[in-house]
């Protein structure tokens, strides 16, 4: 089992660009999870997708923010413009359903990418 | 509202010294998840524990250890006999049993620093 995977692990950006961070799920997993996590306010939950549909986005700061997954395989977390103050540790996190119920783990979470907008 | 606080930001100790990191929950749920994560310095999420709000048996795995009390809303963690690998940022999280909901409400940290 490969884990969660995500890329890329580091982004370095200007303040204005586009940038896309991806997330590869645990094969069978059916929820997603983006979260964000800064010295100043912890880990904070961005977005969560239940089979491929976005269930609570109460998490994500402002439109210029936006997350999709086209399929169980596959998500994306986009910001446009970026900002200095986006400068965090995303993490994606995936589990299957009542996973808290029954795996232990509840969720496996992956590397993370360290975004710096400069 | 549901809460986690974990009141103690840093701690410091020297190498095998016990270390207990407090967790303190709030929630009108009564069902619900605890869990304990480590995070070292290489950045990495890592599980420690699950608890359901059902089982207050106390769990011990090597050295780390967990008192679960309902009745003070805690779920701390110790580690006997600490060691430098020990030291990362330990966090306590609360899940709820919300539908389809599967929300972590995350405590802020303790940064655990074993010295040698």
């Known amino acids: 089992d490969a884990g969660v995977i995500q890329s890329p692990r580091h982004e370095v950006t200007e303040m204005g660009q586009e940038v896309t961070l991806r997330c590869k799920p645990i094969s069978g997993h059916n929820s997603l999870f983006w979260y964000r996590q800064t010295m100043m306010r912890g880990l904070e939950l961005l977005i969560y997708f239940n089979n491929n549909v976005p269930i609570d986005d109460s998490g994500m700061p402002e439109d210029r923010f936006s997350a999709k997954m086209p399929n169980a395989s596959f998500s994306t977390l986009k910001i446009q413009p970026s900002e200095p103050r986006d400068s965090a540790v995303y993490f994606c996190?995936?589990?299957?359903?009542?996973?808290?119920?029954?795996?232990?783990?509840?969720?496996?979470f992956g590397s993370g990418t360290r975004l710096t907008v400069v | 509202a549901q809460k986690v606080t974990q009141a103690q930001t840093e701690i410091s100790v020297v190498e095998k010294e016990d270390v207990t990191l407090d967790c303190v929950y709030e929630t009108r749920d009564t069902t619900y998840y605890l869990f304990w994560y480590k995070q070292p310095p290489s950045g990495e999420l890592v599980f420690l524990i699950r608890r359901n709000s059902f089982d207050e048996q106390n769990e011990i795995s090597g050295r780390y250890s967990w008192n679960f009390q309902k009745s003070t809303s805690s779920f701390n963690f110790t580690i006997t006999a600490s060691q430098v690998v020990d030291s990362a940022v330990y966090f306590c999280?609360?899940?709820?049993?919300?539908?389809?909901?599967?929300?972590?409400?995350w405590g802020l940290g303790t940064s655990l620093a074993v010295n040698p």
């Open positions: 996190a995936s589990s299957t359903d009542r996973a808290i119920t029954i795996v232990p783990t509840g969720y496996t």
């Open positions: 999280a609360l899940s709820l049993n919300a539908g389809n909901n599967r929300k972590l409400i």
